[in-house]
T-cell receptor, first 113, second 116 residues
Framework: KAGVTQTPRYLIKTRGQQVTLSCSPI?????VSWYQQTPGQGLQFLFE???????NKGNFPGRFSGRQFSNSRSEMNVSTLELGDSALYLC????????????FGPGTRLTVT | AQTVTQSQPEMSVQEAETVTLSCTYD???????LFWYKQPPSRQMILVIR??????QNATENRFSVNFQKAAKSFSLKISDSQLGDTAMYFC?????????????FGTGTRLKVLA
């Protein structure tokens, strides 16, 4: 089975712009979670989607949004980028029910200048 | 609210030696799961080992084992016979499943360097 894929792997944006990141989960996985990883902060949970519905949300401003498609692929959007949004954004997929171990993608490195 | 604390930001160990990474957590829940994830310099996070809170027996996966102390809310990872490929960031994570969804909380990580 193919693993979790994320595109693009690297991105450089300017303050004020918006960005869309994509995540394709492992085949058969219906849950996709997004995390922001920064040095010293570890992984901060953004949100989780299951069967096209947002099931869980972390403490991030409304500039961060996401969605999930019928094929379980998910996108994350950040509008009005700020310098502090520079981070590694990780996507994780899981079956989403019961004990659901998460499998992570390689991440998208976003740099905001 | 649940929290996960990894008090060792960085550690190093000689190749072939044993190292223990510590993790403590705070929760009022009784049923939950604990994980250790490894993130090598290439960044792909992979699951190392998991522990169900209702199981008293400590989980073991080859050279990796945990010391789970439920009453003390402690979940340490022991790596035996350390190898250069063990060099990575290690994250402890707490997971609770409830009402059809689940919640993951990660620690801030411990950077482990295995020295030749």
């Amino acid at each position: 089975k193919a693993g979790v894929t994320q595109t693009p792997r690297y991105l450089i944006k300017t303050r004020g712009q918006q960005v869309t990141l994509s995540c394709s989960p492992i085949s058969g996985h219906r849950s996709v979670s997004w995390y922001q990883q920064t040095p010293g902060q570890g992984l901060q949970f953004l949100f989780e989607y299951f069967s096209e519905t947002q099931r869980n949300k972390g403490n991030f401003p409304g500039r961060f949004s996401g969605r999930q498609f019928s094929n379980s692929r998910s996108e994350m959007n950040v509008s009005t980028l700020e310098l502090g949004d520079s981070a590694l954004y990780l996507c994780a997929s899981s079956l989403g029910q019961g004990l659901s171990e998460q499998y992570f993608g390689p991440g998208t490195r976003l740099t905001v200048t | 609210a649940q929290t996960v604390t990894q008090s060792q930001p960085e550690m190093s160990v000689q190749e072939a030696e044993t190292v223990t990474l510590s993790c403590t957590y705070d929760t009022s829940e009784n049923n939950y799961y604990l994980f250790w994830y490894k993130q090598p310099p290439s960044r792909q996070m992979i699951l190392v080992i998991r522990q169900e809170a209702y199981k008293q027996q400590n989980a073991t996966e080859n050279r990796f084992s945990v010391n789970f102390q439920k009453a003390a809310k402690s979940f340490s990872l022991k790596i035996s016979d350390s190898q250069l490929g063990d060099t990575a960031m290690y994250f402890c994570a707490f997971m609770k499943s409830y009402s059809g969804t689940y919640k993951y909380i990660f620690g801030t990580g411990t950077r482990l360097k295995v020295l030749a």
